[in-house]
């Protein structure tokens, strides 16, 4: 199914949460290949219903446009992608969910494109850094067309687990975060040294302040008693430095969703505490807050992968141990890791550039070059004679009989990849009243997350 002079690329991304519709419709636009001039180019989003199905306000947030967005059920998105014939084909999709989201419609795309002779170049991969659930994520992605590592590592990683359980690695193709830019770090402003003070410690007063961000995560760590450690030392670090702004960015306003569930938002939180005036909250796009951030703390979010981009001073918090459970275990051998004591007297860590080179990070260039094999991949398969094969994801009824049926009931799907009797595939938009149904039951499941469940959990440690 090549691309032609006279039909647009049309790319579809089905995501589940906001910041996989980032990371997929980025990853579209970076990886299609260049068409003759100034091919044009349609994009088509799909949002699969679910628990963290992003609100309007978290659209805006990302500030990722799309010519088209609807939130749909698996059953109906398989239902679109078999109406989308001729000139409504597409060329590329871009699974962007967890996991065993992306199984299931490997599954179900198989049964809808089995008897077509083209297909789109079907296209996964993952969000950020991957610290948990290798196996178990990377086989339930095997299948697609193109499996994206974000870095040099991660690509070993990924054909290693491939070719340990004999199957086909050849879709591992390696690229970067297709997030990752923005203005390189001028360094803090006034040209101090660390402290708000300048070489000869004077107190610095002109431009903005020195500001310090620390990037909350929504999963981790997952217990109060060290969500309040976090936050009171944050707290601490504004009152040690009443010249510094000090900003906890927070990915979710209360009652919303993201990639990862929160039990325990820190707005609920601060409100016990007493900030002192330079403590802030923020909310918005992470490459805007990092544009005015001269230190980003962080347990283990990818934003400390934005910031090492841009050579701003970052700082993957030790104080609650180097472990697998937090995802810092990652930064392992970064030069990165370090403690609120160690910040708190002026420590400043020095990534090492070989690690950093090998997270895909490209802070000394090459980030323009970082998506072309995976472009060369998109245009090579585009252009194959006859199409593309039948996908062939490694988990099937023979390598997976008590596995794979279980993941694809979760999405309304027979073992054979057709939708189960009664699955939720409207023919038409919902109506008034099932919209109100609908968003008074995610209503309920956030409200039984983020107060039902902490307070059993605290019950049964009586």
Not at 108 to 122: K, Y
């Amino acid at each position: 199914m090549p691309a032609s002079a006279t039909k647009a690329l049309r790319v579809a991304v089905l995501a589940d949460s906001d910041t996989r519709w980032k990371w997929g419709a980025l990853t579209a636009t970076r990886i299609l290949p260049d068409g003759p001039g100034e091919a044009e180019i349609r994009l088509d989003g799909y949002l699969l219903r679910g628990r963290a199905t992003p609100t309007a306000r978290q659209l805006r947030e990302v500030g990722v446009s799309a010519d088209s967005l609807r939130e749909v059920t698996a059953v109906e998105f398989l239902r679109a992608m078999d109406g989308a014939r001729g000139e409504e084909s597409y060329d590329v999709l871009v699974l962007a969910l967890v996991g065993g989201g992306v199984q299931a419609m490997l599954h179900g795309l198989g049964r809808v494109w089995q008897d077509r002779a083209e297909r789109p170049v079907v296209v996964t991969g993952y969000v950020g850094v991957v610290y948990e659930k290798l196996a178990d994520g990377l086989l339930l992605r095997h299948g697609a067309d193109l499996v994206l590592a974000n870095s040099r590592q991660d690509a070993d990683r990924f054909r290693a687990v491939y070719e340990g359980v004999g199957a086909d690695a050849a879709a591992v193709t390696e690229v970067a975060l297709p997030f990752l830019g923005g203005a390189a770090y001028a360094g803090e402003p006034g040209g101090t040294d660390g402290d708000g003070r300048d070489g000869e410690g004077r107190q610095d007063d002109g431009g903005r302040a020195h500001t310090v961000v620390f990037a909350a995560q929504p999963s981790v760590p997952d217990n109060r008693a060290d969500r309040t450690y976090l936050l009171d030392r944050l707290i601490r670090h504004a009152r040690l430095h009443p010249e510094r702004e000090v900003l906890l960015k927070l990915r979710s306003r209360p009652g919303e969703h993201t990639t990862h569930i929160e039990e325990l938002p820190y707005q609920k939180l601060v409100q016990r505490a007493d900030p002192p005036a330079n403590f802030h909250l923020v909310y918005g796009h992470m490459g805007e807050v990092l544009d005015r951030t001269d230190l980003l703390v962080t347990v283990s979010s990818t934003a400390a992968l934005e910031s090492l981009h841009r050579r701003i001073p970052t700082v993957v918090l030790s104080d609650l141990g180097v472990r697998e459970a937090l995802g810092n275990h990652h930064f392992v051998g970064s030069g990165c890791l370090a403690s609120w004591d160690q910040l708190d007297a002026g420590h400043r860590p020095a990534p090492d550039p070989e690690w950093v080179a090998r997270q895909g990070v490209a802070a000394d260039g090459g980030y323009d070059t970082a998506f072309d094999a995976a472009r060369g991949r998109v245009a090579a398969l585009l252009a194959r004679p006859g199409g593309l094969p039948p996908l062939a994801p490694y988990y099937s009824l023979v390598t997976a009989p008590g596995y794979l049926p279980r993941i694809l009931a979760r999405h309304h799907l027979a073992p054979d990849g057709t939708p189960l009797p009664g699955a939720p595939a409207a023919e038409r938009p919902p109506g008034p009243v099932r919209q109100v149904v609908r968003r008074a039951a995610r209503g309920a499941y956030r409200h039984g997350v983020q107060r039902v469940a902490p307070v059993i959990r605290r019950m049964g440690e009586l």
